[in-house]
């Protein structure tokens, strides 16, 4: 799905330095390390939101690099990116989570079946009318993974996804992503500072420290 290759990306006194990282099809990977190790560079590299001043990446085998702007944001359709404070928009829980459908030019009754669906997936059906800036943090990021997630995109990309959460959502999450993976053979990457989270999850391990896979 992925393949890097003598990657270096540098921001101010960080630096990210990848000899070389090759993500299977399919598979569902950690990125674990303490906070500020690299982990969000690392998901923003493989979302093609920033890239690397060395190296090249390449996604099913299209050397991504080069590629006209036009077709990078189309090639990014394949994927959802749960960033780290996701960006939630001054609507309603159901609005949100309907956005990226209707960015996709979807028809009402497939966008309606789709978030009616994951409001019930993630119990949101109290709160889908609610101002999200009337929410707590907890369920701002069971909206925003919510949102992410009803895209059913091939890959997903989740920055600290159970941050916020509750114990009882941090397992129905967990359930999800493995459901998702089993049944639909989605690649999951997803980053975390917890140990038991990554190896509850998989043995695809990516360990980071300062800047460098371990």
Do not use: W
Not at 112 to 141: M, P, Y
């Amino acid at each position: 799905m992925y393949k890097l290759e003598k990657i270096k990306y540098n921001a101010g006194d960080f630096k990210l330095s990848i000899d070389s990282l090759h993500l299977e099809k399919g598979a569902v990977y950690a990125v674990l390390g303490h906070n500020g190790c690299g982990k969000t560079t690392l998901l923003n590299l493989l979302a093609f939101l920033i890239k690397p001043q060395g190296g090249k990446i390449f996604f099913k085998d299209r050397y991504i690099n080069r590629l006209p702007q036009d077709v990078l944001v189309d090639t990014r359709k394949q994927f959802g990116y749960l960033m780290q404070r996701p960006y939630l928009f001054s609507t309603t829980v159901y609005e949100n989570i309907a956005c990226g459908l209707k960015f996709r030019n979807l028809s009402k009754e497939v966008i309606k079946k789709r978030v009616e669906k994951i409001i019930d997936t993630f119990s949101l059906g109290k709160i889908a009318d609610k101002k999200v800036s009337n929410l707590s943090g907890g369920e701002k990021q069971k909206t925003a993974i919510a949102r992410t997630l009803v895209l059913g995109s091939e890959v997903l990309l989740l920055d600290e996804p159970m941050t916020n959460l509750d114990k009882k959502s941090v397992t129905k999450l967990k359930d999800l992503l493995l459901s998702l993976n089993k049944e639909n053979k989605k690649t999951i990457i997803f980053s975390t500072h917890i140990d038991s989270q990554a190896h509850e999850l998989t043995k695809n391990i990516i360990t980071i420290n300062e800047g460098e896979i371990l």
